[in-house]
């Protein structure tokens, strides 16, 4: 990972309080019943009744910003979603900033990787409302993936590609072609440092290669907004704390980073804002400081945040 | 189209990448040569064999060098009958006037004694009545009042290679088709899941249905490979040996061709679009392997059904029946040198009804949200 000094994840207090600086200035923000912030949204009431036609949608019509207040990164309002018969989100309101790490923190089961989903449009919410940037995600899915970059656990990637074919193929796919495509490709291979592994078919990657793929193909066409989902959860000490790098990095860079985990102590280390859920619900949330309160750490303030539920 | 246009290259450079497809593509070129090239060698070796016929009593003059001339060879014995359920092919036992046969109609090697035997006895017992006849001055002409003068119409190996042409060659374009895109079609859609690429993919800002048709369009670019491998291979291997002691006259003709190559398409198109959209409900490539097998055995039976009942000429509402109908389109081109028109265009709306209902199917099945939420 280049281009960031050391100590930047650990002690990267200048950027953070940028960052909280600017978070605070937002002062359109308010609160909802749940305590968390959610920003007023001008409905486009526009809504598709199928959420399969929506993610089809191909945005010909270069929609527009919804209208709103404050251009929140990401804003949900008020998300429901049922899978099955399990109602996963229960009403849920957040948003998140350009230049923050915002957690979305929570056990296990908590809907954090469903809130993400329909963040990014993989799935449809029941009720509620969610805007990247503006854009709605029922009414303008395709702007919506176009300005998000997502790296998951799952570090899935085309075993018979090499790492340079493999990210070609999605800067493809999100509009890129010719000299820019080229360009961008081997822009984050060099800033993910991939320049030894380039031409290696990913079947004979390391984990910590692979995730670089990972990210290096979530951030080709350099999104606004970048969202990782327990990306340390399969990763070594030295992978992880790249990838952790690589998030600060990123926040410095001015994009919205929304940082799922279960695991406090990298939410504590990283985040300027944290959303905690619980049972699909927002049981707290707020500066770290904020939700950490008297408690000696994070870990402390959610498990006493989850049991009081 | 350009999402499409992407998402094809990218498959078809993983397929080729694939050991699986391409060991399919190869066995595809390899299996009818060397299946040509057995057959020919056992029929070749059934033709020349020398069998054995154990006789009793005294054999008539001169029907053993004729029994001898046709590769039977003859040993005398005590008992025919018990020679013939054990160590001989054949047991026939001379009595006067009469002839008795001792055979196991369900040996085969008795079963081809016995042809040669009926046919040497004919040719004896013809030759023995004409020279009767003509010692009594009467013309010999008289035993074949009707004589019947062949003039075929195609050279006897034309036809036996188009009969041969016509019952195989639809059976191997649709067992091809249909296996030849098996794997691709299953790493595109199952081995999405189980490489944990699939959501990766679906968080581009390309149209679920467009990645689904560049998905569609590879998988079908290489079941045709597979299938024009196979055909292309044994067409080859039918030029080069001879079935029965006669060689192959292959000409498929310019109508035939044309026809195989359509059918081809259509089906080509429906198979992958199905075998995909049976993917899709796959987690893993191995379950995917146990949605499509199934497909397989729906598919050989219309497939083979000209190998059962050559002579199967139904009337225009079978040619509806999807495989079935490319099935006798492309027997009739081959026999007949010509097509039927009426044929071509019910068997094209059935084929293309059933490639638009396989890719709603396979669209349906891509785009729903389950897709990844049951993964």
Not at chain 1, 57 to 64: A, G, L, M, V, Y
Not at chain 1, 151 to 159: L, R
Not at chain 2, 121 to 131: D, G, H, S, T, V
Request: charged content about 20%; overall charge neutral.
């Amino acid at each position: 990972m280049r281009e960031l000094p050391p100590g930047a994840v650990e002690h990267d207090r200048s950027r953070r309080a940028r960052g909280s600086d600017r978070s605070r200035s937002d002062k359109a923000r308010t609160r909802n019943h749940d305590g968390a912030p959610h920003t007023r949204i001008d409905a486009q009431t526009q809504g598709c009744s199928e959420a399969k036609d929506c993610r089809e949608t191909e945005d010909h019509s270069d929609p527009k910003p919804t209208q709103q207040v404050t251009q929140a990164a990401v804003a949900v309002e008020r998300l429901e979603k049922t899978l099955g018969a399990n109602k996963v989100l229960r009403g849920i309101s957040f948003e998140a900033q350009p230049g923050e790490i915002f957690g979305l923190l929570g056990p296990n089961g908590a809907g954090k990787t469903t809130t993400l989903r329909i963040i990014c449009t993989l799935l449809s919410p029941d009720a509620g409302k969610v805007s990247v940037l503006g854009f709605d995600t029922r009414t303008a899915p395709a702007e919506v993936r176009r300005r998000i970059g997502v790296v998951t656990a799952d570090i899935g990637v085309y075993p018979r590609l090499s790492a340079r074919e493999n990210i070609e193929y999605f800067a493809k796919l999100c509009g890129l072609e010719g000299g820019e495509l080229a360009r961008r490709v081997d822009g984050v291979m060099e800033r993910l440092d991939m320049g030894s592994f380039a031409k290696q078919r990913a079947e004979s990657l390391s984990s910590g290669q692979k995730q670089k793929v990972a990210i290096a193909r979530a951030i080709v066409h350099d999104p606004e907004v970048l969202m990782f989902d327990e990306p340390t959860s399969n990763l070594d000490v030295l992978a992880s704390k790249e990838v952790r790098e690589f998030m600060v990095e990123a926040k410095g860079r001015g994009k919205c980073v929304i940082f799922s985990t279960h695991v406090m102590h990298d939410a504590e280390r990283l985040c300027d804002r944290v959303t905690i859920l619980h049972e699909g619900q927002v049981v707290g949330g707020g500066s770290i400081a904020d939700v950490r309160g008297g408690r000696r750490d994070l870990e402390d303030a959610f498990l006493e945040l989850v049991d009081a539920r | 189209m350009g999402s499409a246009w992407v998402v094809y290259k990218k498959e078809t450079r993983e397929i080729l990448r694939d050991r699986r497809t391409l060991m399919a593509i190869v066995l595809a070129t390899l299996v009818a040569p060397l299946t040509l090239g057995i057959i020919s060698q056992v029929s070749l070796q059934t033709a020349t064999q020398t069998y054995t016929i154990g006789y009793s009593g005294d054999i008539p003059t001169g029907l053993d060098t004729l029994l001898r001339s046709t590769g039977l060879k003859l040993e005398s014995v005590a008992d025919p009958k018990a020679a013939a359920e054990k160590q001989i092919d054949l047991g026939i036992a001379f009595l006067p006037g009469e002839l008795d046969e001792y055979y196991d109609p369900s040996r085969q090697s008795a079963v081809l004694v016995d042809i040669r035997l009926q046919t040497v006895l004919a040719q004896y017992n013809a030759a023995k009545a004409a020279a009767a006849l003509q010692q009594r001055g009467v013309d010999p002409g008289i035993l074949t009042p009707i004589r019947l003068v062949s003039r075929p119409l195609s050279s006897p190996a034309e036809a036996a290679s188009n009969g041969f042409l016509s019952f195989f060659l639809p059976y191997i374009l649709i067992t091809m088709i249909l296996t030849g895109g098996f794997s691709a079609a299953l790493d595109s859609s199952a081995g999405e899941r189980e490489r944990k690429t699939l959501e990766s993919l679906l968080l581009t800002p390309a149209p679920r249905s467009r990645v689904l048709l560049g998905k569609i369009g590879a998988v079908t670019t290489v079941s045709l490979a597979a299938a024009i491998a196979a055909i292309g291979s044994m067409l080859f291997a039918l030029s080069r040996i001879s079935l029965g002691g006669s060689t192959f006259h292959v000409n498929l003709g310019v109508s035939a061709t044309v026809v195989m190559i359509w059918l081809a398409l259509l089906l080509a198109i429906s198979f992958s679009s199905l075998t995909l959209a049976l993917g899709t409900l796959a987690k893993s490539f191995r379950q995917g392997q146990a949605y499509v097998t199934p497909l397989y055995f729906i598919t050989i039976f219309p497939a083979a059904i000209t190998l059962f009942i050559p002579d199967f000429n139904p009337n225009l509402a079978y040619y509806l029946i999807p495989i079935l109908n490319a099935v006798l389109v492309l027997r009739d081109a081959i026999l007949r040198t010509q097509v039927d028109w009426a044929h071509l265009v019910v068997t094209t709306i059935s084929l293309g009804a059933t490639a638009v209902i396989s890719w709603v199917a396979a669209r349906y099945l891509f785009t729903r949200e389950s897709l990844l939420t049951k993964s």
